[in-house]
C-alpha cells in the first residue's frame, strides 16, 4: 500500500491472473494521466523555495512536458496572483525537444502561483493525421467521420456563438465525410493554404480543408477542448518584489559623518541635508548604518582599539545603552521624528532609507537586562561576549537562539523590523545572517512579506556560497556578494557564469568597498582601480552599491598591512568629508548611474555576455533588454594601457556594414565595421569604455554613401 | 495556517508585542533544527524516482550540509536495506564547501534507503575553540568547565565501558580546568601531538590536551553524541540490481534462423546447440526476438512486401495467432518446455536467455476476440491496425490503453511478464515501450521489481531524449541509446557527456546495428568501420549487444538506397548464416569480450575520461577502476591511416620515465614516454588500440638500465 500511494494511487487488493504466485496489484484510483511534466523553471529545490521576480517582469516559464505514442500535446500555463480567485490560462509555445514556454507579466507586488497543464490534443493531432492521409492519397471518410464526433464533442462544451461555430464545422466535416471522402480537397495545398476563410459556414469540400487550418477555429477548439484527462504540475510559487529590488544603486554613509562642519558629530537633519548631494550621484537607496545607541562597557576605541578615549563615539553595532535599544534612536543623531522625517524627505526625491539590522547587543542593552535568558551564560554565570576563538568583540553580547525562550527572542526580533516598517522604512540591510538560525529567517523573512511585500531585505552574509545561497532561498531580496574581491577576469567571468546559475533566487548586489573592506587592488591600485571597479559594478549587475563618501574620495589607507580595515574607520570614529575635492569621483558615479537609469539593458543581469578580446586584461561584456544593448569593455590593468581585438558577437556586421557606437562616458561616437573592433585603453585617462549599441542602426557603408 | 504547515510547522496564533497590527505568528511546533541539508545525491528528480546501482557497488552519498555560525557540522549516512528493520549509520566526511561524502556497499538486489543526518558538532566545535584559546595564551578555565559539563552528559548516554571512558575524560578536565586552566598543556603542540594516549585515566596536565585530540576518544563521542536536535534529510531509495544490469554483453539472433541446415527453419533446440557459438563470442545474454505464434491474417512478406508469398514466415513481432498468444511458443520453434531447456542450458554457460515483450497484436490474436475493447475502433466498427500516417503496418493492431477496460489490459500485460519469469526467464527486451502509458510502466516495473528484484529489462524507446530518459526513471534497468547514429568524434564525445548526466537512472546500452538498424556508416564503411563500431560499443559503455550473426558477418546491403532495413531482413525471412566464414568478426568480438571480463576498468561507465589526440579523426578514452586501467585509440576514419599525438594525461609520466602499456587485441608490449605518445592507426589492419595501461609500473628509464 505504501508503494501505491508513493505513486500516488488509491488502490484495491486484487487477484493476479493467469500465474500462479498470489498477487498484490493495485488500482490505480483513476485512469492515469497520460502526459508527463518534468523540470518546471523558475523553481529553486523542487518548489521548496520561491523564485523571485520584480513588478515590471515578464516572469518567463519552462517545462518539459510530452505524451506516449505519436499524439500532440497541448500545454497551458496557469497563474494566480495570492488572493485573488481566478487563474489565467494562456498557452505555452514548444521549443522542440518537448520543452515548452510561457511568460505571465508581474505586475504588482507579493506571491504569484503558477502551474503547467499539458495533456493529449486531439484535435491538432486528428488533423496532422488527416493531413498526411490525405496527402498520401489514402481515404480519409473514416477520419473525417472521427474529427466530425471530435468536434461535436468540442462543440458541446462551448455555448452562443462558439458553440454555433464548432458545430457548424463538425457538420461541414461530417457532410465531407458522407459526400467523397475529401482526399482531394483535404491535400497540402487545401490545408496548408494561407487563406483563412471568411466564415466557418462554408460546406463544399475545398473550404473545408482551409476551415480545418484556420486560426479561428484552431483557437476555439483550444479553448473549449477537454482538460480533464490532462496532466498539471505542482504548483510553484515567484515572489514579486518591487522593480526597486531588481534594479537599484545604494549608498552607504554614517550620518554621525554627515556634519558639514568639521569638528561636530553629524545628525540625521545633516543627513536629510546631504539628499540633494545623493541624489545627484543617482543613488537610490541610501543605506544608513545602525542608528541606535551605543553601548559604553567595553566601548571600542579609534581603529577598533581594546581601549576607548572618552571622546571616543563608539561602533554603531555595538547596539543598546541605558537610552534603549534597537527601536530607539542614538540622541546624538536625533530623534524618531527625525528619522521619519528623513524618510519622507528622501522619498521625494525617490530614495528610499535604508536601515541596518544588526541583532545583537552592547552589555548595556536593555534587553541583557530584562532578558538575561536570551543570552549566553558561562559557567561562573556572566554572559559571554562575540568570540571567533582565538577572537573576541567584547562591546557585543550575541543573541543566543538556543535559549529555552528563543520564540519570545525571535517575536522581540521580528518586532523590531516590524517597529521600523511601522515608521516608514522599506528597506533594510541585515547583519550578519548567517549566524543566526536558517528557520528564523525563513520564519521573519515570510512573516515580513505577508504582510509587507514591498520590503526590500539586503543579506550581508559573506560566508561560504552553499549558506550565502541558502539565505537568499529563504527569502532574503539581494544579497552581497564575493565581488569585492574577483579581480581577474577569469575570476570575474566564472564568478559572473555561477551567478547566473542561482539567478532564479540569488539577486547579487556588488560592492567595491564596505566598511569592512577596503581590498588589497584599492589600496594599490590608484585612481585607475577605483574607476574600473565602479564601472565593473554599476554594469556587471543590476544592483550596486558604494560605501561612501571614502569610496569616491578614494580613501585607500588600511589600518595595518594586509588588513581590510579603513585606517580610521568610520566604524569607530567621526570623520568629517571634503565632498567637492577635485579628484572625487561623485561626478563619474553620476554619470554611470545616470546611463543605468537611461539604459534598460543595465536594468538586469540575464542577458549578460562576455565577449572575447584575446588579452586577459580586457575584459568586454554585453546586456541588452530590447531594443537596448550596451557593451563594456574595461581595462582591469590599472598600471598599462592595453589593447584587443573585441569580438563583437552578434553586434557585429559583414564586410562594408557598420553599426554605430556611442561612448557614453565621453559622449564620443564611432562607426564599427566587421565582427570585430580594435579597442585600447590608458588607465592614465579613462580605462573603460560604455558603449551603446545601435541594434536597430544597421548600415551598408556601400548604400549609405 | 496553510503557511505554517507548508514551512513544517504546527502553530498557535500568538499577539505580537510593540506594534500596532495584529499579528498572526504562528509558533513552531518544535524547537527548529539548525542545521541545513541540500542537494543530496544519488537522487532523481528530488527522490520522486529511484537511483540505481549494481550488486558490488559502493554507492557514493553525497549532500551539501551546513549549519549557521561557526559552529562544526558532523555528518552521517544513514542506510537500510528494505524489509530489514536496522538502519546503520557510518560518518560522512567533508569535501570542501560544505559539501559531504560518504559510502555503503550494496551486497544484494533489492531496494535502499538512504537519508542524510547533520547536526551541530559540540564536541569537536568545542575543541577547536578551545585550541585557539589556549594557543592564544588565553585563560580556559571557564571553557574547560564548559567541556567536562559536555563530556559529561555524553557519558551519561554511553554505558559499560564506554561509559566509563568518557566519565574519566570529563573528570580529566573537570580536574584541569580547576587545577591551572591548563593554557600551557592545551598548546598547540600538546593538542596536536600525534601521540594517542595509552588510555583515558591520566589526569596529568599534558596528557589531557592529547586525551582530547585522540581518536579514541573522538569515536566515543561521536558514538554517543546527542542526535535529538540534528537534522534527517528526506529518505532516498537507490534501487540495486543484479551486477549484469552495469556489466552485460549482449547478443541478439533469430531463433528460425539458427538451423545448421539451409532449407530448414530453425528452432529453439537449434539455439541450444548454438549456445556454445554465443558462449565462445563471451557474450551473456541471448536475446531473441518474439517467439511466440505469427499471424497470418496481413502477413508481410519477404522486405515487408504488403502481400506475402505462401512461404513467408511473417514478422515475429505480430504476435498471435489461434495457436495463442503472448504466453505461447511458436510451434514451428518448438514448445514451452524447448524454452526452458534453452534458459537452464543457457544459464549452465553463464548466460542469461532474453524474451521480447512487445505489446501488440496480431490480427488473429486471441485477445481480438476475447478482449475486442481493448483495441482502437474506426467508426464502422472495425479494428484499427498500426499507424503513423500515412505508414500502416496492416499486420499488427495496438492496444489501446485508453479503453475502459484498461485495468484488465494492465493485468493481462503484467500477467504475460509474469509468465515468463516463472519459465525461468530473467532478462526481457520491452519493444517500442514510448508507445505505451508511462503510468503502466512504473507501475508493471515496480510490481515486477516488487517480487523479482533480480530482473533486468532493457527498454527499446528509439525517440526524444526526455522520453527515453523518462522511461529509464520509471524503472527500465538499461536502455537503447542513439549510439548507432553518433559516429564523428564530437558527436561521440558530446554523447557520453550527456549520458554521464543521466548515470543516476539511465544505463546506456550500445548496440552498432539492430534488425532495424543498419546505418549508413556501415552500409559504406567496411571492414575497418565494422571494427571501429565494435570496439567503440564495447569500450565506451560496460553494456553494449550486436545483432548477429548478420554483424560479424559483415551484412551492409540495404533494403533500398537511403533505408536503414537490411536487405533480405531476418524479420520477413528465414536466413541461413555460414558462422565459419573466414572474414567473420566473431573472433575479434570473442577477444574483445574476454578482454571486457578481465579487465574492471570496462566495467563501470563513470570513470571515462576523453583524451586529446590533436586530430579528429583519432578518438581516445580511459577508464580505470582501482589499479586496472584502459587506455582506447579509434580511427575513426574507415579510408585513411590517421595519426596523432595522445595526450596521456594522468597516465603521463615526466621526461626519462615511462609507463607499460599492452595492447590487448595484438598483444603487443610498449614503453611510452613522457606526457603525449604518438600513435598511427590504420583501417587496413586493425584500426584501434585497446591499451592496458600499468598504472602501478611507472619506472625510471635511468634507473633501469
Not at 353 to 376: G, K
Not at 487 to 513: C, D, I, Q
Not at 668 to 678: I, K, L, P, T, V
Amino acid at each position: 500500500m505504501a508503494r501505491a500511494r508513493a505513486l500516488g494511487w488509491g488502490g484495491n487488493e486484487v487477484q493476479m491472473e493467469g500465474t500462479g504466485a498470489p498477487a498484490q496489484r493495485l488500482e490505480p484510483a483513476g485512469v492515469p494521466r497520460r502526459a508527463v511534466i518534468e523540470d518546471v523553471k523558475p523553481t529553486v529545490d523542487g518548489g521548496r523555495f520561491p523564485a523571485k521576480a520584480a513588478v515590471g517582469d515578464d516572469v518567463v516559464v519552462e517545462a518539459t512536458a510530452f505524451v506516449d505514442g505519436h499524439d500532440l500535446l497541448a500545454c497551458d500555463l496557469r497563474v494566480q496572483r495570492e488572493g485573488q480567485p481566478e487563474w489565467t490560462t494562456t498557452d505555452m509555445a514548444p521549443l522542440g525537444n518537448d520543452r515548452w514556454r510561457g511568460t505571465f507579466h508581474a505586475d504588482a507586488v507579493g506571491r504569484y502561483r503558477f502551474s503547467v497543464r499539458a495533456g493529449v490534443d486531439r484535435f491538432a493531432t486528428w488533423r496532422r493525421d488527416l493531413v498526411a492521409r490525405a496527402d498520401a492519397g489514402q481515404d480519409v471518410r473514416s477520419e473525417l467521420l472521427v474529427g466530425a464526433a471530435l468536434l461535436s464533442k468540442v462543440a458541446a462544451r462551448a455555448s452562443g456563438a462558439e458553440k454555433l461555430s464548432l458545430s457548424v464545422a463538425a457538420d461541414a466535416v461530417a457532410t465531407a465525410a458522407a459526400r467523397s471522402g475529401l482526399s482531394s480537397p483535404v491535400s497540402r495545398s487545401g490545408l496548408t493554404s494561407p487563406a483563412v476563410p471568411d466564415g466557418l459556414d462554408h460546406s463544399d469540400e475545398t473550404t473545408v480543408g482551409a476551415m480545418l487550418q484556420s486560426a479561428l477555429l484552431t483557437a476555439l477548439v483550444r479553448r473549449h477542448r477537454a482538460t480533464s484527462d490532462a496532466t498539471t504540475s505542482a504548483t510553484y510559487t515567484v515572489v514579486v518584489d518591487p522593480a526597486l529590488a531588481r534594479f537599484s544603486t545604494w549608498y552607504e554613509m554614517f550620518p554621525r559623518s554627515a556634519s558639514p562642519e568639521e569638528g561636530r558629530s553629524g545628525t540625521l537633519a545633516d543627513v536629510e541635508a546631504r539628499l540633494e548631494y545623493v541624489e545627484a550621484l543617482g543613488a537610490d537607496v541610501l543605506y544608513l548604518p545602525p542608528v541606535h545607541p551605543i553601548g559604553t562597557t567595553a566601548r571600542k576605541g579609534r581603529d577598533g582599539a581594546i581601549e576607548a578615549a572618552a571622546d571616543d563615539p563608539g561602533s554603531p553595532w555595538a547596539i543598546g545603552s541605558p537610552e534603549g535599544g534597537h527601536c530607539a534612536i542614538d540622541p546624538s543623531l536625533g530623534t524618531l521624528d527625525d528619522l521619519r522625517r528623513l524618510v519622507s524627505a528622501a522619498r521625494e526625491r525617490r530614495i528610499e532609507v535604508a536601515m541596518d539590522v544588526a541583532f545583537q547587543c552592547s552589555p548595556d542593552h536593555p534587553w541583557v537586562r530584562e532578558h538575561p535568558e536570551w543570552f549566553l551564560h558561562r559557567p561562573d554565570g556572566s554572559i559571554g561576549c562575540a568570540e571567533n576563538p582565538p577572537k573576541r568583540y567584547e562591546d557585543i553580547y550575541p543573541l543566543n537562539f538556543e535559549n529555552d525562550d528563543w520564540w519570545g527572542l525571535w517575536l522581540a526580533l521580528a518586532g523590531v523590523v516590524r517597529f521600523w516598517i511601522a515608521q516608514g522604512v522599506r528597506v533594510f540591510r541585515v547583519d550578519n545572517p548567517h549566524t543566526k538560525p536558517f528557520a528564523f529567517w525563513e520564519w521573519l523573512l515570510s512573516s515580513v512579506k505577508d504582510e509587507h511585500p514591498e520590503v526590500i531585505l539586503l543579506s550581508e552574509a559573506f560566508t561560504r556560497p552553499a549558506v550565502m545561497y541558502r539565505l537568499a532561498k529563504l527569502g532574503f531580496t539581494q544579497s552581497y556578494t564575493y565581488f569585492a574581491w574577483r579581480n581577474t577576469k577569469w575570476e570575474l567571468e566564472s564568478y559572473m557564469a555561477e551567478l547566473a546559475g542561482v539567478s532564479h533566487f540569488f539577486r547579487p548586489n556588488f560592492w567595491p568597498n564596505t566598511p569592512d573592506i577596503l581590498t588589497d587592488a584599492l589600496q594599490t591600485g590608484g585612481t585607475a582601480t577605483f574607476v574600473a571597479r565602479l564601472v565593473l559594478a554599476s554594469t556587471l549587475t543590476a544592483s550596486y552599491g558604494v560605501y561612501g563618501p571614502v569610496f569616491e574620495l578614494q580613501e585607500h589607507l588600511p589600518r595595518s598591512p594586509g588588513s581590510e580595515e579603513y585606517l580610521g574607520s568610520e566604524k569607530y570614529a567621526v570623520r568629517h568629508w571634503d565632498l567637492d575635492r577635485p579628484d572625487s569621483l561623485a561626478p563619474l558615479m553620476a554619470r554611470l548611474n545616470a546611463v543605468r537609469r537611461s539604459h534598460r539593458a543595465l536594468q538586469r543581469n540575464d542577458t549578460l555576455r562576455f565577449h572575447a578580446t584575446g588579452n586577459d586584461q580586457l575584459i568586454a561584456y554585453s546586456k541588452t533588454w530590447d531594443d537596448d544593448a550596451v557593451l563594456v569593455i574595461v581595462n582591469l590593468d590599472p598600471a598599462h594601457r592595453q589593447s584587443g581585438w573585441v569580438d563583437l558577437g552578434d553586434f557585429g556586421r559583414g564586410p562594408g556594414e557598420s553599426i554605430e557606437v556611442h561612448d557614453l562616458l565621453t559622449d564620443a561616437r564611432y562607426r564599427w565595421e566587421g565582427s570585430h573592433s580594435f579597442v585600447i585603453l590608458d588607465p592614465g585617462t579613462v580605462p573603460a569604455h560604455v558603449l551603446s549599441i545601435g541594434v536597430g542602426s544597421r548600415s551598408s557603408s556601400t548604400g549609405a554613401s
